[in-house]
């Protein structure tokens, strides 16, 4: 028999296989994420006619004569880079920019890799793929095991937003609080002018029939004022209390600051007046890296201080007190003097916490005042009742693989990295204040009753030491294979993870003008080697009819 049939035989099989291999590229041309197969060919045993000889000193060498027994497939290898961007204006929908993939696993727990990112809801909240597969989620950024949790988003949520609980406000540290944003600087007041109803009779002239001096209750002492030697910072005080100075008008002034105007009688009540004075307090650097606590206690004694040196008569108790309550600070005005908020000098206190609102809009008497809410909590539980729950009304995925949910309450949910590397629950609130936790029951979002994890949130990715280890399964989908090396899992984006790209599908990478050539290509080759195999054929034919 001819050897010759036997190697054309296998060069028509080996271009079968490239045929088959190519019709397979060119049928996934429009399969999201497809990856080209390439096949090469390597040579078959060589039947050896003779090795060859050296050269000698009296003749020369001989090369070896050797004929080929034809070709095989060596490998079907895949071109793992990535294919173009296919803008699909899908949120739900990523492509991954550069290597790795999604993890997804099956209803028996089979977990398998895929690159396409053509993702849905099912009834239950879960994410899945157009197949059914649950899609899997994660904490770790970096780790050589995959998790065991799957993304689920849900479709109602019993979200309860409240200012948090003063025992926490406490220990909270100021540049932390969610609902304010304090900055340094200096806040002030402006206390008075004020009234205080003196009795006459509590009035002693120093000297018995001079009306120009008295001592009142034994403790101050009161000047008759002269118009024509009025100082200016005494004119000024006049006016700023009474309004225009009236020249013909008796004025007293007491050594603690106050005024009276008119004579002082010897029975009934006189009224005294003290002029509109300023305390302050400078928030620093040290106060925003405190606790509220610590803040409120400074702020207490700093504006306490300036007041017993302005107001040297004053009674004690009466004083400015702050103190923390659920959500935020009380405020409590004990001077008996009416307090107003000046213009801050660079700080934010006053309008962040509302107080500047609350002192403007004071009705007669009050005297204390309750900030807004500066810390808010969030207890969220999963809810099957459509009655007083939250449902959800859209969610889309980010560049760094998280998911967030937006509920027709107007907030939001999702998650997010911390500075430590952990994850932490991040709640929008409608007011767009932004509540963040760890979902414990003492953190700021409580998921305890809810039984979620920031890890059904993440997508998880995957890469593999050697890609083209991989084995192709259905659906778009890989399993590790034995010579696909360690796998390591983490987020998009870090350690070496691609960052997604969102609101499209990455298309096939095959190349219609290389699959082309490769096809004609492939034919010829089929065609030349079924031309020797007939040759070859028709050799064996004649030599059959020799001696005929």
């Known amino acids: 028999m001819s050897q010759a049939l036997y190697t054309s035989k296998s060069g028509i099989a080996a271009g079968q296989t490239q045929i088959d291999v190519i019709a397979n590229n060119v049928a996934n041309i429009n399969t999201t994420a497809y990856k080209t197969a390439n096949v090469t060919f390597s040579t078959l045993f060589s039947k050896t006619l003779s090795s060859g000889s050296a050269a000698t000193q009296d003749g020369g060498g001989t090369n070896p004569r050797q004929i080929g027994l034809g070709t095989q497939v060596s490998s079907i ?13 899908l949120s739900s929908d990523a492509m991954i920019t550069a290597n790795g993939y999604f993890v997804v696993q099956d209803s028996a727990g089979n977990q398998f890799l895929t690159r396409d990112g053509h993702f849905s809801l099912d009834s239950d909240g879960n994410l899945v793929t157009a197949a059914g597969y649950k899609v899997v989620g994660t904490a770790d950024d970096y780790t050589n095991r995959s998790s065991s949790m799957t993304i689920k988003i849900p479709s109602q949520l019993g979200i309860d937003v409240y200012g948090s609980p003063r025992a926490e406000m406490s220990d909270k540290i100021v540049s932390d609080l969610n609902a304010v944003s304090i900055s340094e600087g200096t806040f002030t007041f402006n206390i008075g002018p004020n009234s205080h109803d003196l009795d006459a009779a509590d009035f002693v002239q120093d000297v018995p029939g001079d009306d120009s001096k008295y001592t009142y209750n034994g403790t101050v002492h009161y000047s008759k004022l002269d118009y024509n030697t009025l100082s200016d910072a005494d004119y000024n005080s006049l006016r700023s209390i009474y309004g225009e100075v009236d020249p013909a008008q008796v004025y007293y002034k007491g050594d603690d600051g106050t005024f009276i105007k008119g004579e002082i009688p010897t029975a009934g009540t006189v009224i005294a007046k003290n002029v509109q004075k300023t305390l302050s307090y400078n928030i620093t650097s040290a106060d925003l890296n405190g606790t509220l606590e610590d803040l409120i206690t400074s702020i207490n004694a700093e504006l306490n201080q300036q007041l017993a040196a302005q107001f040297p008569g004053l009674p004690g108790g009466q004083n400015i007190e702050f103190s923390i309550i659920d959500g935020g600070i009380q405020m409590v005005n004990n001077t008996g003097m009416s307090l107003k908020a000046a213009d801050a000098q660079g700080s934010s206190f006053l309008k962040e916490t509302g ?14 005042f309750i900030s807004e809410d500066m810390n808010k909590s969030a207890d969220i539980t999963q809810s099957g009742s459509f009655t007083g729950s939250a449902k959800r009304t859209d969610w889309a995925i980010s560049e760094n693989g998280t998911l967030s949910a937006t509920y027709d309450d107007g907030s939001t949910l999702t998650v997010q990295m911390t500075e430590s590397g952990r994850l932490e629950w991040k709640l929008v609130t409608q007011d767009n204040t932004i509540i963040t936790g760890n979902g414990g029951a003492n953190s700021d979002i409580d998921m305890t009753e809810a039984g979620l994890d920031p890890a059904n949130m993440v ?50 990478n095959v190349d219609m003008t290389t699959e082309l050539s490769n096809m004609i290509t492939a034919q010829r080759a089929i065609q030349i080697n079924s031309r020797v195999f007939t040759t070859a054929s028709s050799v064996l034919e004649s030599l059959s009819y020799l001696g005929q």
Do not use: C
Request: aromatic content about 8%.
């Open 459 to 508: 997508l998880e990715m995957a890469t593999v030491v050697n890609d083209g280890g991989l084995v192709a399964q259905q659906d778009n989908m890989w399993s590790i294979g034995p010579n696909a090396g360690e796998a390591y899992y983490g987020m998009s984006g870090s350690h070496g993870f691609s960052s997604l790209k969102t609101g499209g599908l990455e298309g096939s």
């Open 355 to 368: 107080l500047d609102i609350a002192l403007e809009n004071a009705v007669n008497g009050q005297t204390a």
């Open 77 to 89: 290898s895949r071109d793992f880079s990535t294919g173009s961007f296919q803008q699909t204006g």
